[in-house]
């Protein structure tokens, strides 16, 4: 061990409590930016595939501009197409088709503006959680025709209960008059109160026929085994839909560009993250800061002396930076051990946040949320910690620079 | 041959408002070999002129040459490096590094100076034996007595064979006997090994000792005599 790195050890403990102190100042902060950012990442994804499974999948293949204008009559013509090029790639998960349209929905009492999805009811229940949200009555069936599923809230406004017949009216996709009459099959939960109070669902055969929609569909709806697969599958789709030949453009649309509300939500969620973080760190630069000031006032004469039989003012910063170097990269390797098996623990375990906020459960999380640890959730933070308790160790290391011998030898 | 030069050397402080005269028009030469000291009351500006001897402090005017190396044309890295080839300095409270056994402290020189390892061992515990430590290398400075802490600061002064050893007020601290002693030791390392050393002293026994006295009063030298 060279000269410099023992001096430097035994520096650090020349005041072992308030080395421990701070070493554990550094590795608390370590731990909590390693499980925070864990906490993070992993209610993000939660967020995500949750709700994508309730609203619009990983991605979707629609008619271009049918995203900003929800016109009936921008519509995927062949959907079949769709499907034998999804059937080629890998990574898709699952898929299905949707038909939508805004009509007015009507009970015996009551009538409600909603918007009346048709969908596959196979096909659904692989892509979206529709079947698990089902409180009253059942999913629907492949044979079914007339049966609607209606959001909770709609059927407490539209005071209708299963086996309640509501008059669906709209407008098809040729400009006449939608009208049909639908039984309540199901009634669906998902405490989304947009989705539970403005939708209904029916079969697509029927959402065809009453719309005149002609085997067409709006959305195709797609599902990926992982959200880092979505890019490739996303351009993988981008590239065949070229080579289909259709006669009008089509576009495919990430989770992102379906949902710019939760991506801002996420945005948001992080910024304010990384302010705290950003203030958690601090905190221990200041604490590392302090210990070094300390360290270089009590050592002040010492300096001087080491100045005086021909010690390089060089050789003293390298020395206090190693000490300092040292006592974080301790602290930062505990912090990162530490926090990374209790991320793991609650990763298999889960935090309970039943009594989570409205706001969560907008997003459908409900019941319990589950860390993920990565190696960007790992070391990101620690790493922040490591570069900032760097600068300020720096400044303490540099005064001693502009010491003379004969004033540090004065010092008491 | 003259090993310090001191040519009308001046310095002043500045304690408040009140500008203090240090030393004033201060020449003289001290020759190799010497055992010199430099006595006065306190406030005489002999701690002063060990600093400006040592290079650790600059003079106001005036030129200091040591070993032929003029102060006045060096930077504070030239300096130090004289300073650890040239310079010994032994300090009124040993000012020994904590934290480095006996051993270390006296290898810590050396390991500046770049000598390997086992030289380095071998020369300190040799130095150590010399001064009256042997078997004590691995004590800490905390686990020495003060005449003892001193010795291993005689030992790190002397170790790399300097030039000149300066030492400020050797004894101060140390009662008679254990001073005595020290004294004792060094002459005969001065005898032996040819080693220039200037005290700055205002102990009798320091001045016995001494085969040249240097009187300061107020800054100014008043007195330079040879016995």
Not at chain 1, 198 to 218: C, D, K, N, W
Not at chain 1, 228 to 235: A, C, V
Not at chain 2, 198 to 203: K, P
Request: some cysteine.
């Amino acid at each position: 061990m060279s000269v410099d790195v023992k001096m430097a050890w035994r520096n650090i403990w020349r005041n072992p409590r308030r080395t421990i102190l701070t070493i554990c100042a550094i590795a608390f902060a370590s731990l909590l930016l390693v499980f925070m950012l864990s906490f993070q990442f992993g209610s993000y994804e939660t967020m995500i595939n949750t709700s994508v499974k309730i609203h619009t999948g990983h991605l979707q293949v629609q008619a271009d501009e049918y995203q900003d204008k929800k016109s009936i009559r921008l519509v995927v013509p062949n959907p079949e197409k769709i499907a034998n090029l999804l059937d080629k790639i890998p990574k898709v998960e699952a898929y299905t088709f949707r038909g939508q349209a805004f009509s007015l929905i009507s009970s015996k009492e009551r009538t409600y503006g909603a918007v009346v999805k048709g969908i596959d009811p196979e096909r659904e229940a692989t892509v979206s959680r529709l079947k698990a949200l089902i409180r009253q009555g059942d999913f629907l069936s492949k044979d079914d025709t007339d049966q609607a599923l209606v959001g909770k809230l709609l059927a407490r406004n539209l005071r209708v209960n299963i086996g309640d017949e509501l008059t669906v009216v709209g407008q098809g996709r040729d400009g006449s008059i939608a009208a049909t009459v639908v039984k309540v099959k199901g009634i669906y939960s998902s405490g989304i109160d947009e989705f539970d109070r403005a939708s209904i669902h029916i079969p697509l055969e029927t959402f065809q026929e009453v719309y005149t929609m002609r085997g067409v569909v709006h959305e195709v709806v797609v599902i990926a085994d992982s959200l880092g697969d979505i890019d490739t599958i996303k351009r993988t789709i981008k590239a065949n839909l070229l080579s289909l030949n259709l006669k009008k453009a089509l576009t495919v649309l990430d989770w992102n560009e379906l949902m710019p509300g939760l991506r801002q939500s996420i945005e948001m969620d992080l910024v304010s993250g990384v302010i705290f973080y950003f203030l958690l760190v601090l905190v221990v630069a200041f604490s590392i800061l302090n210990t070094f000031l300390m360290a270089i006032f009590e050592r002040t004469r010492e300096f001087g002396v080491l100045m005086a039989i021909g010690t390089t003012p060089g050789r003293l910063t390298k020395v206090l930076l190693i000490e300092s170097m040292t006592m974080t990269l301790v602290g930062i390797v505990a912090g990162i051990v530490i926090g990374s098996l209790v991320t793991v623990y609650f990763q298999s375990h889960g935090i309970d946040i039943s009594g989570a906020s409205e706001l969560l459960s907008q997003f459908g999380i409900t019941g319990r949320m589950y860390p993920k640890l990565s190696l960007l959730s790992a070391v990101s933070g620690p790493l922040a910690v490591l570069i900032i308790t760097f600068f300020a160790a720096i400044y303490p290391a540099l005064k001693v620079r502009r010491m003379r011998p004969v004033e540090a030898m004065r010092a008491v | 041959m003259k090993i310090v030069e001191c040519i009308n050397v001046n310095k002043t402080y500045q304690q408040g408002q009140i500008k203090v005269h240090a030393l004033r028009d201060i020449s003289l030469v001290i020759e190799k070999g010497e055992f010199a000291a430099v006595a006065g009351p306190s406030g005489s500006g002999k701690t002063t002129l060990l600093n400006l001897v040592g290079g650790l402090d600059a003079s106001d005017s005036g030129s200091i040459v040591v070993d032929g190396n003029a102060f006045d044309q060096m930077s504070q890295s030239q300096l130090a490096n004289l300073r650890l080839h040239k310079i010994g300095f032994v300090f009124q409270a040993y000012n020994l590094i904590p934290v480095l056994s006996a051993a270390e402290n006296v290898e810590f020189v050396m390991l500046l100076q770049g000598v390997t390892a086992r030289e380095r061992q071998q020369r300190a515990k040799a130095i150590l034996d010399d001064v009256g430590l042997a078997g004590k290398y691995d004590r800490r400075p905390a686990e020495l007595s003060g005449g003892q802490q001193q010795r291993v600061a005689v030992a790190r002064a002397i170790v790399s064979s300097p030039s000149i050893v300066l030492a400020d007020e050797p004894t101060a601290n140390l009662d008679s006997k254990t001073g005595e002693g020290l004294l004792e030791m060094m002459q005969k390392m001065n005898e032996e090994k040819r080693v220039t050393f200037i005290f700055s002293t205002h102990d009798k026994m320091v001045m016995d000792y001494a085969r040249r006295l240097i009187f300061l009063r107020d800054g100014r030298l008043v007195d330079d005599q040879v016995k």
